[in-house]
């Protein structure tokens, strides 16, 4: 690592120009080489589900790890640990130098359209998770970027809202995860949110200098969200460093405006000398300068791995006796429902990448060597999906007929200057088309494949995009249309749910038809910013009713009903928030349908969020699965057979209806946190209502018994702890006869406090592992913080008698201890 003199002397050897062109990306991924800083190209990718990489399609695929909410509910940060050096190690292998993730927002209300992409509701545990994440990465020296600073927690207006949030509940709440993570973890970069909080935009906020740099110490760098970046002097005289995407010329506020400004003495050079120390220390730190190198990454087992962590993230809510299933004794498995086949591992918007693999419950369940049946039972998907094998092949060429696509680009003349050949059907150039040089040159492209029916019927072929699209089949024109964007959307629409434009073709059987697609590319409003499109196909099925009837009649002939109902990528997405908590189309009558046939029917729930489920008393078993990564479906056999514990707890409270709920819409641009500290499961003890299933809930497939609770026991102090804080220790025994896993759940509360205060708060949690009647015994600190409130500018301690209670959730609590604190 080069001191921070060196890193000084580097800034001075520069000019104006120079620091200034430093200041805004050089493209859309990457920040600008420098040579008189002795400064490479340093590469960003999105990362909360994987590494995506430059490149945003599945010619480069990416590791995909089980969603944040998945990651928080195994409740064991030395796994998520782990994975962060998995991350690091896959950032590596594909040129990147800074993870543009965790994503530490919390869970304010389950209709956020992003719950997926964070840890929690809670701000303990999303620190807790966020710490070992960042940790895990920095350590085999890959930068994280802890995002998205702060309080933009749910998407609808998300550009432009102003959240109202007092400074008690910002500090207790909302900051919290982002301070333990920059003064525990020491992260290298924040992003700074597009949302405005108490005023200003958080990209001009006083927050990035006052909190970060002058009350934390933060050394690190704070870079925009992509386009969040919109005034030249606010900006300027603010902690922000980077401003994303570039380059100046077509993105962002600073470049010849910030050199002019500079020198009219609008900006303090020296507040872009601070800014490009800063760039270069993230640089030296990921290895970007000359005469450094980054940590290496560990040497991780991939598929082992996300295995065994989708496994300990999955939490069975319900069991009545029916799970884990005897192999021996197992006839036919009706595996049944929309997301059995194909399974949802990723939420949509910037954390989507592409993995090379995805196991489907209807895989792994085979690869188990089960006796498996398939029925569909109902359409899960709102929109009409992109083609794919084996329906979609490439038309006879270089590459041969396997899957896929051939795509060609066109000159304004008309001259080919380019193409490629694509395995999949899904489209997206950013920073220009990879494959020709001149991508500026590129006025329309052609894609090129052939549909082969495997039944007959009618198929729905199609294009989502903006801009003008011509479609054939077999050379007759089907549409030629333009499609536009809805007035207001998110630019993330742009990408996830653009305008589709369906014909039907009938075919038969085997028969193949030759499809083309045109495009104008110009003819685009995103041309500026990439080319976003896809071509779609639905393939004949039944009604929804047929297709009922058929999975009830697989589920009365089979000894059990494996039901995988879930959510899609339009449903749980970035840039929209959820109208509803219920699972799309008639899933929920598929349920009830099924489990009046098979009285042996487990339900899996595949949904990064909490989704209603007014069946859940109906049925023996419900195991809520989150979005788990490419090796999803082989975890799901091995947790149904028995052979891994279903070893999650719930990092968010499962709502039982949308009653009292909070609003993700704001008023006049405004959206005020009108509950202030009563989020999640604080709201419903305050309320005194009861949610569906209880934050930290989860059962294994033992039991347990909570024999004790001592306070001020012998208990290391963990490695960059804020604060001294009280020595917890809690003694449980495995009272069933299979070993399991328990996560041991410490709350604190006030009794007749003085101070306004939820019922109860996440103190402090550790996880243990034991045998049959084993009795073990678990140390928890307790951090100084879990006793502190904000009042006048700073923490107070409200002197008096706390009390500490243990247990395996927020709703079961068996044991208790006071403690007394100055």
Request: some cysteine.
């Amino acid at each position: 690592m080069i001191e921070e003199a060196g890193l000084r002397s580097r800034v001075a050897r520069l000019s104006l120009e120079q620091k200034v062109r430093l200041l805004t990306g050089a493209d859309f991924w990457a920040l600008s080489p420098e040579p008189d800083a002795g400064l490479r190209r340093v590469v960003l990718s999105d990362g909360p589900a994987g590494v995506r990489g430059e490149t945003w399609d599945e010619r480069d695929t990416s590791a995909n790890i089980p969603s944040p909410t998945a990651l928080a509910a195994t409740w064991d940060c030395e796994r998520v640990g782990v994975i962060g050096g998995l991350l690091a190690g896959e950032a590596r292998r594909k040129g990147v130098d800074v993870v543009l993730a965790p994503t530490v927002n919390l869970h304010r209300t389950p209709f956020g359209g992003r719950h997926f992409e964070c840890f929690s509701e809670d701000p303990l545990l999303t620190a807790r998770i966020g710490v070992a994440y960042v940790r895990g990465l920095q350590n085999a020296g890959v930068g994280a970027t802890v995002k998205h600073f702060v309080a933009n927690d749910s998407e609808t207006e998300r550009m432009t809202v102003d959240v109202r949030v007092d400074e008690r509940t910002l500090r207790e709440l909302y900051l919290a995860p982002f301070e333990a993570i920059v003064r525990e973890a020491g992260a290298w970069s924040v992003m700074a949110a597009y949302n405005a909080v108490n005023g200003p935009t958080m990209t001009e906020s006083p927050l990035l200098r006052d909190l970060l740099h002058d009350e934390w110490g933060y050394d690190g760098l704070v870079m925009s969200d992509w386009t969040a970046a919109r005034s030249t002097l606010l900006t300027a005289r603010a902690a922000l460093d980077l401003a994303m995407p570039g380059p100046a010329e077509r993105f962002g506020p600073w470049g010849h405006a910030l050199i002019e400004a500079v020198r009219a003495g609008l900006v303090d050079e020296a507040l872009v000398d601070d800014k490009v120390l800063r760039i270069l220390r993230l640089a030296a730190r990921v290895g970007g300068l000359d005469g450094t190198a980054a940590a290496p990454p560990p040497a991780v087992d991939i598929p082992a791995e996300l295995r065994a962590t989708a496994a300990a993230s999955f939490v069975l809510a319900r069991n009545d006796g029916l799970l884990p299933f005897s192999r021996a004794s197992l006839g036919r498995v009706a595996v049944i429902g929309p997301n059995a086949e194909v399974a949802r591992t990723l939420g949509g918007g910037s954390a989507t990448d592409f993995p090379p693999y995805t196991i489907s419950p209807l895989d792994g369940l085979r690869a188990a060597g089960l006796d498996v049946a398939f029925a569909p039972g109902v359409l899960g998907h709102l929109r009409t999906p992109a083609a794919r094998a084996p329906w979609l092949l490439r038309p006879d060429g270089p590459a041969g007929p396997g899957p896929g696509a051939e795509v060609r680009f066109f000159s304004p003349s008309g001259e080919l200057v380019g193409s490629e050949q694509r395995d999949g059907a899904v489209f997206r150039w950013m920073s220009g088309f990879g494959s020709v040089e001149t991508p500026e040159q590129i006025a329309r492209l052609e894609i090129s494949c052939v549909i082969r029916a495997t039944e007959a019927g009618v198929y729905q072929l199609g294009v989502s995009g903006l801009g003008r699209f011509r479609l054939l089949a077999d050379g007759a024109e089907l549409f030629d249309e333009t499609l536009s964007l809805r007035t207001g959307a998110d630019i993330a629409e742009t990408l996830m749910t653009p305008p589709q434009r369906l014909a039907l073709v009938s075919l038969a059987a085997g028969q193949s038809v030759t499809v083309r697609l045109e495009h104008d590319v110009r003819s685009s409003p995103m041309a500026g910013f990439g080319t976003f499109l896809q071509l779609n196909l639905e393939t004949p099925h039944g009604t929804d009713d047929e297709e009922i009837a058929a999975a009830v009649a697989l589920a009365a002939g089979s000894d059990v009903a494996v039901v995988v109902v879930g959510t899609t990528a339009e449903v749980e997405s970035e840039g929209s928030d959820r109208p509803s908590l219920a699972l799309p189309g008639r899933q929920d009558e598929l349920v009830r349908r099924v489990a009046a046939a098979s009285p042996r029917t487990v339900v899996v729930v595949n949904s990064g969020a909490p989704v209603l489920l007014p069946w859940a008393d109906e049925v023996p078993a419900v195991l809520l699965t989150w979005f788990g990564g490419q090796e999803f479906g082989h975890a799901l056999a091995d947790v149904l057979l028995g052979d891994a514990e279903p070893g999650g707890r719930l990092p968010t409270t499962w709502p039982a209806s949308e009653e009292g709920l909070p609003s993700t819409r704001p008023a006049d641009g405004v959206l005020a946190y009108t509950e202030g500290l009563f989020i999640g499961y604080r709201r419903y003890d305050r309320d005194g209502r009861e949610p569906l299933f209880p934050f930290g809930h989860g059962r294994g497939y033992t039991t347990w018994w909570y024999d004790s609770i001592t306070v001020d026991c012998d208990v290391p102090q963990p490695a960059g702890a804020l604060a001294p804080g009280v020595a917890v220790c809690v003694e449980v025994r495995n009272t069933g006869s299979r070993p399991g896993r328990e996560v041991v759940q410490v709350y604190a509360s006030r009794p007749d406090s003085a101070v306004e205060r939820p019922a109860k708060w996440l103190a402090g949690f550790a996880a243990v592992d034991a045998g049959p009647g084993e009795t073990v015994s678990v140390g928890i600190l307790i951090p100084e913080r879990s006793f502190q409130h904000w009042s006048d500018g700073g923490w107070s301690t409200e002197a008096g008698t706390f009390t500490l209670s243990a247990g395996s959730s927020s709703a079961s609590l068996p044991l208790s201890a006071s403690v007394t604190v100055k």
